[in-house]
């Protein structure tokens, strides 16, 4: 079975400084890898993906995520955060290789970004 | 391009009482997510629909919960009895196609409070 799990319930970053926030995944065949954000009341929106190639993937809002095979992981990072940052940050996973293609959630990190 | 309609977006009702919730998924996605996210975890899926059929519903509770898509556009998840557990925010996500390597797009979510 894949499970994803975001090992931080909440990370504290200065505004300006660099942030990362932590995801570990379990598949039994290739991952496909999300990040996604929350804003209060709101829903989900995606952020960036993995599927393959680079192990370093930009996406929105200045975002990146580093994926790295041998320590199953895919950290979500930004070298500069902003207050505006401040939100619920999910991780998630697709296994596409061993059968079950449904997307499993992490149980998210509040991200707060002082001024 | 319109985004994931869900309504309503708030709901209070008693327990044993009936609820119901409906959304309308990105024009042309043959693929309907139904989330449920507790306060404090990461959504959890309970159902997922391909055009008309369902793909996946094993972690619906079908002795309460049931959901349809008849015609494969738009849904509505049940809740009869709601216990107050089932307080938390329903979420509905659409995508072009269930076995791909996408993203999920999804509405801005249904609260529920069960008193």
């Known amino acids: 079975a894949q499970s994803v799990a975001q090992p931080e319930d909440q990370v504290n970053v200065a505004e300006g400084n660099p942030l990362t926030v932590k995801c570990t995944y379990s598949?039994?065949?290739?991952?496909?890898l999300f990040w996604y954000v929350q804003y209060p009341n709101r829903g989900l929106q995606f952020l960036l993906k993995?599927?393959?190639?680079?192990?370093l993937v930009k996406g929105s809002y200045g975002f990146e995520a580093e994926f790295n095979k041998s320590q199953t992981s895919f950290h979500l990072k930004k070298p500069s955060a902003l207050v505006s940052d401040s939100a619920l940050y999910f991780c998630a996973v697709r296994d596409m290789g061993g059968g079950s293609y449904i997307p499993t959630f992490g149980r998210g990190t509040s991200l707060i970004v002082h001024p | 391009e319109a985004g994931v309609a869900q309504s309503p977006r708030y709901k209070i009702i008693e327990k044993r009482q009936s609820v119901a919730f409906w959304c309308n998924p990105i024009?042309?996605?043959?693929?309907l997510y139904w989330y449920q996210q507790i306060l404090g975890q990461g959504p959890k899926l309970l159902i997922q629909?391909?055009?008309?059929?369902?793909?996946?519903d094993s972690q619906l509770p079908k002795d309460r919960f049931s959901a349809e898509r008849l015609k494969g556009v738009d849904s509505t998840l049940k809740i009869q009895p709601a216990k107050l557990e089932d307080s938390a925010v329903y979420l509905c996500a659409s995508s072009p196609e269930a076995y791909s390597s996408g993203e999920l797009f999804f509405g801005e979510g249904s609260r529920l409070t069960v008193l």
């Open positions: 629909f391909q055009n008309n059929g369902v793909v996946d």
């Open positions: 024009s042309g996605h043959a693929t």
């Open positions: 993995y599927i393959t190639g680079d192990n």
């Open positions: 598949v039994s065949g290739n991952p496909y």
